[in-house]
């Protein structure tokens, strides 16, 4: 299964917000409200920060928020911090096999 | 506090065969759907592999359906993957994660390398 679509790359500077989105199909996205985003610094394991589309678990900062528009999915990060610079990814529940696709991941640089 | 420990990485020739594991702690691990995640030298995560509960449903990437066998022993906490068939595509950072919310991984481990070259 192909793997959902996010950008390479965005950044921003200090304060600025940021979107990053995800594009998958009407097999995924499109069609479920399981959509996830998680932030992965180098050598780290990935930490989860958006579950549901739209919902942050506890301890998530109310600067990260998520969307979902039809196949695309979105994470805003508002009030960019030096400590955001990092990889998102993106993930979805997809009605087949494959069961959870994730998006290539995108990484973001806080200039 | 949550924790999920991977072991059983290493080095393995194509074609040979590995078992990894992952002890959690912290949660009431019979109770919770165990995944494995994989992620190649840098590139994406993927997914790899799930189990339920009590360890009577499974499923599994196209990828790795007929080399992979995920287990579980409710008893000692632990999660399993066994590898056999080795290919060097399988090369990549394995880590353990907890189904939460949503298909959501709430918690993962630190992850162990296995590296499938001769």
Redesign the interface.
């Known amino acids: 299964q192909s793997a959902l679509t996010q950008p390479a790359s965005v950044s921003g500077s200090p304060g600025q917000s940021i979107t990053i989105s995800c594009t998958g199909t009407s097999s995924d996205v499109g069609d479920y409200y399981y959509v996830s985003w998680y932030q992965q610094h180098p050598g780290k394991a990935p930490k989860l920060m958006i579950y549901e589309v739209s919902n942050r678990p506890s301890g998530v900062s109310n600067r990260f928020s998520g969307s979902k528009s039809g196949n695309t999915a979105s994470l805003t990060i508002s009030g960019l911090q030096a400590e955001d610079e990092a990889d998102y990814y993106c993930s979805s529940y997809i009605s087949s096999s494959t069961l959870v696709v994730f998006g290539g991941g995108t990484k973001l640089t806080v200039l | 506090e949550v924790q999920l420990v991977e072991s059983g990485g290493g080095l393995v020739q194509p074609g040979g065969s590995l078992r990894l594991s992952c002890a959690a702690s912290g949660f009431t691990f019979s109770s919770y759907w165990m995944?494995w995640?994989r992620q190649a030298p840098g590139k994406?995560?993927?997914?790899v592999s799930?189990i339920n509960s009590d360890g009577s449903f499974t499923?599994?990437?196209?990828s790795v359906?007929g080399r992979f066998t995920i287990s579980r022993d409710n008893a000692k906490n632990t999660l399993y993957l066994e590898m056999k068939s080795l290919r060097a595509e399988d090369t990549a950072l394995y880590?353990c994660a907890r189904e939460?919310?949503?298909?959501?991984?709430?918690f993962?481990?630190?992850?162990t390398p296995v590296t499938v070259s001769s």
């Not at chain 2, 499923?59 to 196209?62: E, L, W």
């Open positions: 995944h995640v994406g995560l993927v997914w799930r499923n599994y990437a196209d359906k880590f939460d919310l949503g298909y959501s991984y709430g993962w481990g630190q992850g």
